[in-house]
């Protein structure tokens, strides 16, 4: 049946589709950047342009579907169907099949240079980790499957003024959820913290003492293949996508043995060269220290020849409270110090203020404020704090296989797609 034109000149349908096929048209057109009624539209195009009824569709099950034609189209396609003699649903079920079949999905984007993200500060307990994590979730998840993103609006007093570039601020007042293709990342997860909460927190025990080891293959004492620590991170909608280099709590003397090694600096980047090339996002977890190995980590993140700005880089984990802007001092004036020495390009990603909670009043607003008022690095994300990342601890699960719907995981996602 139909109802009154619309303002654009077209007509609402109501019809029926199976549920299966109605989910691949919602996630195409999500991929393709489509709507749906011009999905709809072109496939009865196309199913009216063909000689015959293509194969056809199982219906079984079919439920209720509408949608917005151009007027008149739907009247065609029924003398269509009659003259074909097959049913409205299976003629429908036909031409979505028929649009689906002749555009494909995109294909993933791959970085032609790894992606190496160093998530860093020298202040504990800002939550490094579970930004790390929830990172490299968000951008393994499955592109053939739709998750909730948070879309942000600028508010008035953090609009940049007139002229400046305007982005949107992740800080800003939810405008609503949008449902987005995941997007499809090959990640490894790097736990560079001896303490290993990155690799505990994902299920999995740290790499036992006189093993093999991180820590032996940054110091050249490796006593086998890198790639032969790594393990996945199980579920289906990672697929075999995400992967994790456990912790070893060797780490702790990580500075003593690099004080040793030659071209300290780079010993990083020698140990996960051999696996680079098996993933487009490489995130390193690091530890609370301002040592050696920060400087490792810092030098692994920088811009490579050939590599976009702002492809790698550090992403700074704060909190909106005063102790995280000593830390950043710190780090930053580190991070400066290696550009300065070694002449590197060393792009900053961005701030994540995590755990915010507006519900503590003056402090977090006004710090929150602070760092949004800082316009490089920018605030990137803002996560808030809540109880669903702590529980997924305890259980010893992603946050997005515990609560993949959750707010903390939708900001992660947003996160991955602003620095992706």
């Excluded at 056809?56 to 003398?79: H, I, K, N, Y």
């Excluded at 601020?169 to 959820?177: E, S």
């Excluded at 040793?260 to 090339?277: I, N």
């Amino acid at each position: 049946m139909t109802a009154p034109s619309s303002p654009s000149d077209r007509e609402k349908v109501v019809s029926k589709l199976p549920p299966r096929l109605r989910q691949e048209l919602k996630v195409r057109t999500a991929q393709l950047r489509v709507d749906i009624q011009d999905a709809v539209h072109q496939g009865i195009s196309q199913w009216g342009a063909l000689a015959s009824a293509p194969s056809p569709v199982d219906t079984s099950g079919a439920e209720s579907f509408s949608t917005w034609l151009p007027a008149g189209q739907w009247e065609s396609f029924r003398a269509g169907a009659r003259d074909r003699r097959v049913s409205l649903i299976q003629g429908l079920a036909q031409a979505v099949r028929l649009w689906l079949e002749t555009h494909p999905a995109p294909t993933v984007r791959r970085p032609s240079v790894v992606r190496r993200i160093v998530v860093c500060n020298q202040k504990g307990g800002v939550g490094k980790t579970a930004v790390t994590a929830g990172t490299g979730e968000a951008l393994a998840e499955d592109p053939a499957s739709l998750h909730p993103v948070r879309v942000a609006r600028q508010p008035a007093r953090l609009t940049a003024a007139e002229g400046e570039d305007r982005r949107p601020d992740p800080a800003a007042g939810p405008l609503g959820l949008e449902d987005l293709p995941g997007l499809g990342m090959r990640v490894l997860l790097v736990d560079f913290d001896p303490q290993g909460h990155l690799t505990k927190q994902l299920g999995r025990q740290p790499l036992p003492i006189g093993g093999d080891s991180l820590t032996r293959h940054m110091a050249g004492e490796a006593k086998g293949p890198l790639a032969d620590l790594i393990v996945p991170v199980p579920d289906e909608r990672f697929g075999d996508r995400l992967h994790l280099l456990p912790a070893c709590t060797d780490a702790f003397l990580l500075d003593v043995r690099l004080s040793t090694v030659r071209a300290r600096e780079a010993a990083l980047e020698r140990a996960l060269a051999p696996v680079e090339s098996a993933y487009d996002v490489v995130l390193i977890d690091c530890p609370p220290s301002l040592g050696l190995s920060m400087d490792a980590a810092i030098y692994y993140g920088r811009r490579r020849d050939a590599e976009q700005p702002g492809a790698s880089g550090a992403l700074i984990v704060v909190q909106a409270e005063d102790s995280s802007a000593d830390a950043y001092d710190l780090l930053t004036s580190q991070i400066n110090d290696l550009r300065d020495d070694l002449g590197l390009d060393i792009d900053y990603l961005g701030l994540v203020v995590n755990l915010y909670d507006r519900r503590r009043g003056y402090i977090a607003t006004s710090s929150l404020q602070a760092w949004t008022d800082m316009k490089d690095p920018r605030v990137v994300a803002v996560v808030p704090d809540l109880k669903e990342q702590r529980e997924a601890v305890r259980v010893k699960q992603p946050l997005f296989v515990y609560a993949p719907r959750g707010e903390q995981a939708i900001a992660l996602r947003a996160l991955a797609r602003e620095i992706s």
